[in-house]
């Protein structure tokens, strides 16, 4: 899997390599049980801080996407196909009730919010 950062970006380096390895999951180029690189081994190749790479992981793990195995590294613990759990939906919900607010009091409307959501899904799914 390839990561690229966006070091002028308005999103954190560390978020930036979460959302991009979760990205890595849905495309089917990460799966169940894959290990990810070594937090000093990812740092070196993205050209980044170690504790950038250590947070994104942390992130990743409090988010269930991985689980941090002392000696054995980063494993993906999740199978999108499985489903997610009403806590996992409901956490999803508040994280982006703020957004979809925000793109109403904008005046974009229901299809207009639809159609856009179905466009960021299409893109994660068929970005290589």
Known sequence: MYIQI???????IYSQVSTQVMEGIIRGELAAGNVLPSVRGLAS?????MHT???SYHDLEAKGVITIVPKSGAVISVDPLKGASKEKTDRLSDKL???VVEAMVSGMNDDEIHALV????????EMK
């Open 97 to 99: 009730r703020p957004t």
């Open 53 to 55: 790479v250590n947070k």
């Open 118 to 125: 179905d466009s960021i899904m299409r893109n994660v799914r």
């Open 45 to 49: 190749d993205l050209g980044v801080n």
């Open 6 to 12: 966006e070091p002028d970006s308005d999103i954190p």
